[in-house]
């Protein structure tokens, strides 16, 4: 299975480990998540290498995100950046990218210390 998706596994690996935030661009575990999901777990995950190109992301998918982020800290608030990255199909940089947007954007903020502390939606 690994030599037949080598392209795919390298352009995850692209996508992985590069990020414009300039372009709106995040760091995304989805497509290495899909790879390994059918590697290790026999997912049935379709590999598609177009589906990968990087674009430019416009304001509506980056509000899309911040929505998903908003959504999961409604139902948890104490979520990490690991937990929603995980949810989100997001690295955890691209995940902390967006909660400072949030946070900057005044619809979230921190309460307590970074272990133990929570999320507040303003």
Known sequence: M?????????????????????????YTME???????????????????????????GAKTTQKTTQKILDVLVKNPSATRAELASAMGLSPDGVKWNLDKLKKSGKIRRVGPDRGGHWEIV
Do not use: S, T, W
């Open 2 to 26: 690994f030599e037949k998706h080598a392209k795919y596994f390298r352009n995850a690996l692209v996508r992985a480990n590069y990020q414009n935030l300039d372009k709106n661009i995040p």
């Open 31 to 57: 497509y290495l998540n899909k790879f390994f999901g059918n590697l290790l777990l026999g997912e049935k995950n379709r590999f598609d290498n177009r589906k990968m190109q990087i674009k430019e992301m």
